[in-house]
Nanobody, 127 residues
């Protein structure tokens, strides 16, 4: 079992920044892929970014490239999502997810492939 706890969400004005954190526990994370997803009301859950814990390879949704950065801190067992130039359409619940998914980044984009999820953190961007 992997336990995931997100934090860092909140209300921010358009153009602002937020850094989300996902603290992981329960297993050695080296074979895991850690993903950030989001889900807006009435929409499907979609990938934002993902990172392979041990090799550091990353995947970014096309719509988010240039505005977000995913990173991890091995000492703290924490994954971060730095989001800049936020837009009202970025408003959503942001979820952290984890699973062992191999080393092909495009494979990491599908939420159904992850078995471990956090409770989510709300991000609201005002115009």
């Amino acid at each position: 079992q992997v336990q995931l706890v997100e934090s860092g969400g909140g209300l921010v004005q358009a153009g602002g920044s937020l850094r989300l954190s996902c603290a992981a526990s329960g297993r050695t994370l080296s074979p895991y892929v850690m993903g950030w997803f989001r889900q807006a009301p009435g929409k499907e859950r979609e990938i934002v970014a993902a990172i392979h814990w041990s090799i550091g390879d990353t995947y970014y949704a096309e719509s988010m490239k240039g505005r977000v950065t995913i990173s991890r801190d091995n000492a703290k067992n924490t994954v971060y999502l730095q989001m800049n130039s936020l837009k009202p359409e970025d408003t959503a619940v942001y979820y952290c997810a984890a699973d062992i998914l191999g080393r092909i980044p495009t494979y990491w984009a599908v939420p159904g492939r992850y078995n471990y999820w956090g409770q989510g953190t709300q991000v609201t961007v005002s115009s």
